[in-house]
């Protein structure tokens, strides 16, 4: 059945992502593939290895944490970035984030623990 009246299918106009940080995760896949860091089987395959886990929701819900620990993943398995690593690395974001004043940027070097 063709629609004719000009409106948009159901869902078309609510976001691809849920939160700002997905479509950041979605990016960074597309970028460090771009940049040959792997290929899109290798990411396939990481994908999937996480999707299968136990504990998977079955709706979906869950899917960009499934995706970014398959990119943390493939960092770690590239030499890249050890778990360790990243997660050092997200809890100076978090501290610098509840450093910034609301409104302004929020830069890593606002990381209260951040050498200056």
Known sequence: MSRHDGALP??????????PWQAEAFA????????GLFSWSEWAEALAAEVKKPGAASDGHDYYEHWLAALETLLSRKGIAGKCEVDEL???????????????PILLENDPRARR
């Open 90 to 104: 997200a809890a100076a974001w978090e501290r610098a984030a509840h450093a910034t004043p609301h409104g302004k």
């Open 28 to 35: 960074l896949t597309v970028a460090l593939h771009d940049k």
């Open 10 to 19: 159901a869902g078309f106009d609510e976001p691809v992502f849920a939160e």
